[in-house]
């Protein structure tokens, strides 16, 4: 399974992104996509996920701000982020996994940095 994040950048806090995931290879398989981040020093997080089911979970400190879809028709993963604060800066990781559970054993695509930056 191959991934590739596109759509991050600098914005300024209060500003808005929106990043984007394609899969390729044996994506039949895939059970559940996401995102995970992480920024220097910190630990990695796990940022949201969403099940070929639909189902959606969110690091809980984000829900209100960020939302995931996907297309599996087309094999993309999207994650929306508003009102995009300084503690969002990290480095996104598009995932995928065969289980539900999106484990950091899955797949991953090189990260894709967002900078939220005045």
């Known amino acids: 399974v191959q991934l590739q994040a596109s759509g991050g950048g600098l914005v300024q806090p209060g500003g808005s992104l929106r990043l984007s995931c394609v899969a390729s290879g044996r994506i039949l398989s895939l059970a559940s996509m996401g995102w995970y981040r992480q920024a220097p020093g910190k630990q990695r997080d796990l940022v949201a996920l969403?099940?070929?089911?639909?189902?959606?979970n969110y690091l809980d400190s984000l829900k209100d701000r960020f939302t995931i879809s996907r297309d599996n028709s087309k094999n993309t993963m999207s994650l929306q982020m508003t009102d995009l604060k300084p503690e969002d800066t990290a480095v996104y990781y598009c995932t995928a996994d065969d289980t539900i559970a999106l484990r950091e054993e899955g797949y991953w695509g090189p990260g894709t940095q967002v900078t939220v930056s005045s």
């Open positions: 969403i099940t070929t089911g639909g189902t959606i």
